[in-house]
């Protein structure tokens, strides 16, 4: 009798293992069974929200179709979040699909907005994550908003980093669109400082300068640790009235890593060698957001996750076949372009800031490229 081949399963498919199911679909591994396993039908590109908040893009445009790409690939769907992985057994469980077994696993669940020592009550709160909820929930709470708050909504964004920026910049055009001539503020609290962490001297004073341009008031220096209905209360007891908490403050691990039995670094991301393999397991990579390269300090950012997806590709082929696996090798620095909600981007590349229409059209142009791999157009 002929032995089963191995059983790949991706869990959570995110910038890395998109491009696994990408390749699968050109050209499966022989004899494998693919297995993916997502929270929603969808998954959803952070590098298009902004631009879906100022109009630019309509609201699918930033989803992939997950149910089509596998059907295109001959990949099983799993629609659930996992709720643990039991390393030693090698099976992922749920609360209604039975376990799935897996003999290699790509854990690319993403990372949540951490949210530790915040107490939160009442309605105010819409984290961005889940990206595939976001939109609907921020709309019901404005539309929620415009008639308990006619004289005003007072929008405060939760995190001043890269994110948060591009949020607190993209959101006004969004209020617009859905509140018409309900007047609103927006403001922007982080526990540092200063906001951008990790944008350029330059850079930061552009960004600096284009949120003052649009009256966006920045709070730095404040940690947040109550969250209600009416306002936020600051650790020095400082409160800012908010009726709408945006929450996109830095990455914290999604719940389920916590359930495997596999070394972390010290916020709780799976810890891995240079070839994405857990150092707990040779048989478990993890990618994207979730992992966190041993000595590597690498920030948790979609252009290092989608640099990983042809490394990972790879390395689960070359591990089937008992192979020798190759090393992802960081790139030290990155092109940021930051939506800037005026029809511009900012670049920001090697300490050179450039604020113009040409480097949103840029962003578009490799936004795009990025989602046209995973769309399924004809029937195949
Ligand atoms: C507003 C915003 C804007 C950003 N803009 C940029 C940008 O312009 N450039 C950039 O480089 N980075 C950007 N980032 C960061 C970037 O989004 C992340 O670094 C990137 O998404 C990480 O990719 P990933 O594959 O690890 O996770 P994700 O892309 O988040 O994918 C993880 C997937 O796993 C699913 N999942 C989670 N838990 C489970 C579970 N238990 N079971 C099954 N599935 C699960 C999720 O639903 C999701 O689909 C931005 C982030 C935010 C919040």
Known sequence: MNRPGPQIVLLGIGHTNAHVLHMWRRAPIPDARLVC???????????????????????????????SLANAARAELVVEPARAVDIEARSVRFEEHGPVRFDVLSVGVGSVPGTAGIAVSGAAWVPVKPMQ????????????????????????????????????????????????????????????????????????????????????????????IRVS???????????????????????????????????????????????LQSTGAANVFAVGDSGAVAGGGAPKAGVYAVRQGPVLWRNIGSLTRGEALARHE??????????????????????????????????HWIDGRFMSRFRVTRKE
């Open 330 to 363: 960081p790139q030290h620095d990155f092109l940021r372009l930051l939506n800037t909600g005026d029809g511009k981007a900012l670049m920001d590349y090697k300490g050179r800031a450039v604020h113009a229409r040409w480097c949103r059209l840029l962003k």
């Open 229 to 275: 209905d009416e306002d936020v209360v600051c650790a020095d007891g400082h409160r800012i009235p908010a009726d709408l908490v945006v929450l996109a403050t830095g990455a914290a691990p999604p719940p389920v890593l916590e359930s495997m039995a596999l070394p972390k670094d010290p916020r709780g991301f799976l810890l891995t060698r240079d070839t």
């Open 133 to 224: 909820t976001f939109l609907m929930r921020l709309y019901e709470r404005l539309q929620g908003l415009s008639r308990r708050r006619p004289e005003g909504v007072r929008v405060l964004v939760m995190g001043g980093g890269v994110g948060g920026i591009e949020i607190s910049l993209c959101l006004p055009s969004y209020i617009r669109r859905v509140l018409g001539a309900v007047r609103h503020t927006v403001s922007v609290v982080d526990a540092r400082e200063r906001i951008g962490r990790g944008l350029s001297p330059r850079a930061l004073r552009k960004v600096e300068s284009l949120l003052a341009a649009r009256n966006v008031n920045v709070i730095a220096g404040k940690r947040v």
């Open 37 to 67: 396993v997502s929270s929603f039908a969808v998954a959803t590109y952070s590098g298009m929200l902004p631009g879906t908040l100022t109009g630019q893009y309509p609201p699918g445009r930033l989803e992939i179709d997950l149910r």
